[in-house]
């Protein structure tokens, strides 16, 4: 397969997770991968594991600086950066996330990865992408489309980077840059935060997951791999007329109504994985 064939990509949080199985399957089609991660010794066993093709970056995506030295990098090894995906993120801080309980410092952490490590991202990117175009991805939530009390900041940064994607793209296009941008949209996935998730609002880790997975109209968890298939259309050119788009993958979820969540659970215990 070879639907990404010669592109050059940067994932940011690609050590693990998702991330992880994002940069294989782009690998897998043909990319070339740089990984952006904080942590060091599982970004370079990642790379080392995937092959040639694929590097690592210690990338704090906080860091407007060093953003920066990563596109420097690209651009002097690579020439170019056709593909984005700003997929590093966190949940929390603490295990309290309610308007009542969350406090200021741990909001202003989680909005500072996943909001402003995407903004930084996309900014930076941008400024190599606009001459030949490109492709960025940005992974939101569906607690960034429905209402997540019980994460209560984790949603709000991802209703936020769903909001700042429209608007990157629209601006892009209207520049013609020939860059697109969409956001991703997961739901229960089966990942160490998604787990991590569940311990979350109290009550019984396990059985905290089997009640997320009795909302999925589909029955079951997701998988990294759906995630970054989904990933995959959108950075390749089969998604050349998709820009500013929301794709869903989340087994259904959302298209159940608020009605018949409530039925199965009460608001503060509807806690979902990015």
């Known amino acids: 397969m070879a639907r990404l064939k010669g592109k050059v990509a940067v994932i940011t949080g690609g050590a693990n997770g998702i991330g992880r199985a994002i940069c294989e399957r782009f690998c897998e089609e043909g990319a070339i991968v740089i990984i952006g991660d904080m942590n060091e010794a599982a970004g370079q066993k990642a790379a080392k594991t995937l092959g040639a093709k694929t590097s690592f970056f210690q990338l704090d ?20 950066l056709d593909v984005l995906v700003n997929n590093a993120g966190i949940l929390s801080t603490s295990s309290l996330q309610s308007v009542e309980d969350v406090n200021l410092e ?3 952490s989680v909005q500072s990865v996943n909001v402003e490590g995407v903004f930084l991202g996309c900014q930076a990117a941008i400024k190599i992408m606009k001459s030949n175009g490109g492709a960025i991805v940005n992974l939101s939530s569906v607690a960034g489309l429905i209402a ?45 935060m998604g787990q991590n998730s569940m311990h979350m609002g109290g009550g019984n880790p396990e059985e905290n997951y089997r009640k997320r997975v009795a909302l999925t109209p589909m029955g079951e968890a997701g998988s990294p791999i759906d995630i970054a298939n989904g990933i995959v259309f959108l950075a390749s050119e089969e998604a050349r007329h998709v820009t500013g788009a929301e794709l869903v993958i989340d087994g259904g979820l959302t298209a159940v109504s608020y009605t018949h969540l409530r039925a199965h659970e009460t608001p503060e215990h509807l806690v979902f994985r990015l």
């Open 148 to 192: 997540s009390p019980g994460i209560l900041a984790y949603g709000a940064s991802k209703g936020a980077v769903r909001q700042l994607t429209k608007s990157i793209a629209v601006d892009c296009a209207r520049k013609g840059y020939g860059i697109r941008c969409n956001s991703v949209h997961p739901g229960l996935i089966d990942t160490d």
């Open 61 to 80: 995506v906080r860091e407007k600086g060093q953003w920066n030295s990563l596109m420097k990098e690209v651009k002097q090894k690579h020439g170019k």
């Open 106 to 108: 741990e909001w202003r």
